[in-house]
């Protein structure tokens, strides 16, 4: 028995009846709370004051039947309630069951004594049957939400029999595929697909009914009615019985028809920047390149014969010259930064610094200035755009702060997946408001007028960075300089699960 009292309503008009009940259930030490009425209306009074775990009531009360407590006009909780009898009657027995009660007793000398066992019975009974009636509501519960989220969702879903063939649909996908309900129920999911994406969405849903994978989430394309192309991002998963056997599949489908037609777009602009850039840097450099020879050539045949002014004019059409063919190769490097894949095989970033630094070596015995570099590890960055960031940030380290600085550091830290490179240098340093600026196309930063550059390096670095999933910052150096930094996410130094 349970460690706490069984309260118990015995509803019975006879005293002897009632005496004997209580006889029967105060032997074996028991623990039961007996509250007796000996009618209708006393057992309502006392069950619309108090809470029972039971109710024995006897089926002819003198104010009516004992099974009218089955339906109290009070809205507490129903309790088991067992129907005592002095007589055996089938009928009467089926209509009190029917009726809710939970047995069906004869008062007798056979029953009196198994009584407690009776009782222990009726309680789990009752209990298993309070918690399936819980379940059921839970599931039914559940089943109205499903169905609500699932008739008003805003994206198109689907419940597909394993071998394809559609059991229930939203409107919305109706409304992204152009057939009525009646006419996609009759459909099987190859036949809203594209003919292209067929064999996939096959392979695709036979592994979900082989077990070989929970879900599975896809672009692909699907034929409207009219014929025309839609193209929805389609999330499948597979509901399963217990042993395992698929029993259906819910796919939910949002249309992204509209992003790859601005993706198109964005492809077609690409190409066609691509063709303006190298076309505006070819025509150009036709012209450029005379003028920067008939500058060398008529200093070194008329330099003689020029004033100081006249040899200076010449030096500066040949040195805006070549800074503008600098900036058309940099602003072609930017074109292409976007449209460059991640390498299969990690680069090794410290072999690069040092060929950085061989092709910068004039630069950096001219400066004076020592190169410290720590340890680098392997990156999946494509070694081109590495060079890209050790030379335009280690020139302009060179450039703006090598002849103020003693030393030029290229720093490394690394904080899981997230490898950070640095070049800290000693100089002057960046005004905090230009801090974030200089990353700007041809914006180069107060006191730069007279340092050498396109203003295009470090935009070029902040795309590279931003291309492989990264950053690129600069910040002050402690003690005065700068210190710029690029973060890189490196998926190899990753920690495994």
Known sequence: MQDQPIHILLVEDERIHAELVRQALGARNYRFLITVADSLKAARALLAEKTFDLAIVDLFLPDGKGTELLAPPSKKPALPLLIMTSHGDEQVAVEAMKAGALDYLVKSAATLPELPHIIERSLREWHNLKERQRAETALRESEERFRSIFEHAASGMAVIAPDGKVLQINRTFCNLSGYSMEDCLQKNVLE????????????????????????????????????????????????????????YCVAMVQDISERKRAEERLLDANRELDAFVSTVSHDLRIPLTPIIGYADYLKEAYGDKLDQQGVEIL???????????????????????????RPLEAVDAARVLRETLKDLGKAVQSSGCRIETGKLPALHVPESMLTQIFSNLLSNALRYAGSASSSIEVLCRQEGPRVCIGVRDHGPGIPGNDRERVFEQFYRGAGAAEIPGTGIGLAIVRKITQQFQGRAWAEETPGGGATFWVEFHEPSLAPQK
Do not use: C
């Open 192 to 247: 809203v697909t594209h003919p292209g994406d067929r064999e996939e969405t096959r392979n695709l849903y036979q592994q979900i009914v082989n077990g070989e994978r929970q879900f599975f989430e896809y672009e692909k394309r699907y034929l409207h009615r009219d014929g025309t192309i839609v193209w929805g991002h389609a999330t499948v998963a597979g509901v399963r019985d217990e042993s395992g056997k698929v029993l």
């Open 315 to 341: 030096d500066s059409i040949k040195g805006q010259g070549h800074r503008m063919l600098g900036i058309m190769e940099d602003l072609l490097t930017l074109s292409r930064v976007g449209r460059v894949e």
